[in-house]
């Protein structure tokens, strides 16, 4: 059964840094773009970095500048790296194939002092 897992958040200061990542278990990022959402509690799951098989990426207004996402095909994985991290970047971060529709687990990202 394929799967995505996600891994590589923490808690961090606010102005550090995190890469997430994302491996899937099949070729699920060479089929179709893939995505970082975030969620914080009792609010919806918001999308902020997308990535197509072309490289062609998008950001939410937000994060632009700070965040960035790339892939690696031959590893199956997506990454994003965060910088100048903020305390309203704190969420749960999850990947998702867009051409399976599969999420991963998420990986939580907490910035406090």
């Known amino acids: 059964q394929v799967q995505i897992v996600d891994s590589g958040g923490g808690l961090v200061q606010p102005g550090g840094s995190l890469r997430l990542s994302c491996v899937a278990s099949?070729?699920?990022?060479?089929?179709?773009?893939a995505e970082w959402y975030r969620q914080t509690p009792g609010k919806q799951r918001v999308l902020v970095a997308r990535i197509t098989t072309k490289d062609d990426v998008y950001y939410v207004d937000s994060v632009k500048g700070r965040f960035t996402i790339s892939r690696d095909p031959a590893a199956n994985a997506i990454y994003l790296q965060i910088n100048d991290l903020r305390p309203e970047d704190t969420a749960v971060y999850y990947c998702?194939?867009?051409?399976?529709?599969?999420w991963g687990q998420g990986t939580q990202v907490t910035v406090s002092s």
């Open positions: 998702r194939s867009a051409a399976a529709n599969l």
């Open positions: 099949g070729r699920l990022f060479s089929l179709g773009p």
